[in-house]
Every structure is written in structure tokens, then in C-alpha cells.
Nanobody, 124 residues
Framework: QVQLVESGGGLAQAGGSLRLSCTAS????????MGWFRQAPGKEREIVAA????????YYPDSVRGRFTISRDNAKNTVYLHMNSLEPDDTAVYYC?????????????????WGQGTQVTVSS
């Protein structure tokens, strides 16, 4: 059973930065697509970044493009989310997710395993 363990959430001021980390328990990480999603109270879960297993494709929605960067270290089974220029609207629980299917997807249904989530709160 794959386990994903996130860390790095917390409180930041608007304009500040945070880095989230997610480490996978299995070597399947190396051949899996990885994504970061977030969910704010009363809202649907939405993607904020994704990277394919070859590190040849990344995806960002307009809301975070230019501010967030996803990276992965396959030697450490770890994916990172670097968040800069944080805004109060970025406040949410952030989840990392692993997709083991062939196609690179950007919706929650494209991912098979999920971390427990880490809270990010941005104050104005």
C-alpha cells in the first residue's frame, strides 16, 4: 500500500513563501505522475500543480501559474511544491497525490493515492 506523507504547511503572511514536501513509501513513485491539490472549506478539491513521471510535462492552473513551482527528486521519492507570493485565497488544505496510470491527468479522478493533507494559512 502506497503511503504519501506531506510536510511543510503552516502559517505565512501575504507575499511570503512556503515549501511543501511529500515523500512516497514505494519505488513506484519513480514511474508515477505526481500532483498537488488543495481544498478550501466549502469548495471542491482543485489541482494546483502536476508533473509527469518523466519530468517532461508540468501543469499549473491560471490561479497559481508564475507563483507555484512543482519539482520532484526521484532518488528521494519526494515531490515538492514551492509557493511564492502567497495570497489569502491560497489558504486551504493541500494534498499530494500519485497517479499510476499511463495518461498524465490533472483532475482528482486521475490520481490513485493521496496524502493526509497539510494546512496552509495565509494571513493578509
Amino acid at each position: 500500500q502506497v503511503q504519501l506523507v506531506e510536510s511543510g504547511g503552516g502559517l505565512a503572511q501575504a507575499g511570503g513563501s512556503l515549501r511543501l514536501s511529500c515523500t512516497a513509501s514505494e519505488r513506484t513513485f519513480k514511474t508515477s505522475h505526481m500532483g498537488w491539490f488543495r481544498q478550501a472549506p466549502g469548495k471542491e478539491r482543485e489541482i494546483v500543480a502536476a508533473v509527469d513521471w518523466l519530468i517532461s510535462h508540468t501543469y499549473y492552473p491560471d490561479s497559481v501559474r508564475g507563483r507555484f513551482t512543482i519539482s520532484r527528486d526521484n532518488a528521494k521519492n519526494t515531490v515538492y511544491l514551492h509557493m511564492n507570493s502567497l495570497e489569502p485565497d491560497d489558504t486551504a488544505v493541500y494534498y499530494c497525490a500519485m497517479g499510476t496510470r499511463l495518461q498524465f491527468g490533472v483532475t482528482p479522478n486521475d490520481y490513485d493515492y493521496w496524502g493526509q493533507g497539510t494546512q496552509v494559512t495565509v494571513s493578509s
